[in-house]
Nanobody
Framework: EVQLVESGGVLVQAGGSLRLSCAAS????????IGWFRQAPGKEREGVSC????????YYLDSVKGRFTISSDNAKNTVYLQMNSLKPEDTAVYYC?????WGQGTQVTVSS
């Protein structure tokens, strides 16, 4: 069974940092791209960042470039999202995705 389990979401003040983790199981981690999406209340889900586990290539949403960094540890089947200089507009539920599989999400709240 494919599982993606996110963790690390908390309440943080603006300007602070968080690291989200996505632990994957049930599939060969290094054959797929892993992505982070987020959904704020009343808004559509949007892609934040993704990484190819095979070659390490990355993508970032324009609004998070220079602040967020995605990385993967293939040995641990885990993808991380380091989020720095957080802003209130980063508040959302953050989801991990691979192919058609989604995690349950982790809430990130940034207070002003």
């Amino acid at each position: 069974e494919v599982q993606l389990v996110e963790s690390g979401g908390v309440l943080v003040q603006a300007g602070g940092s968080l690291r989200l983790s996505c632990a994957a199981s049930g599939f060969t981690f290094d054959n797929y791209a892993i992505g982070w999406f987020r959904q704020a209340p009343g808004k559509e889900r949007e892609g934040v960042s993704c990484i190819s586990s095979s070659d390490g290539s990355t993508y970032y949403l324009d609004s998070v470039k220079g602040r967020f960094t995605i990385s993967s540890d293939n040995a641990k089947n885990t993808v991380y999202l380091q989020m720095n200089s957080l802003k209130p507009e980063d508040t959302a539920v953050y989801y991990c995705n691979s192919n058609t599989n989604w995690g349950q999400g982790t809430q990130v709240t940034v207070s002003s």
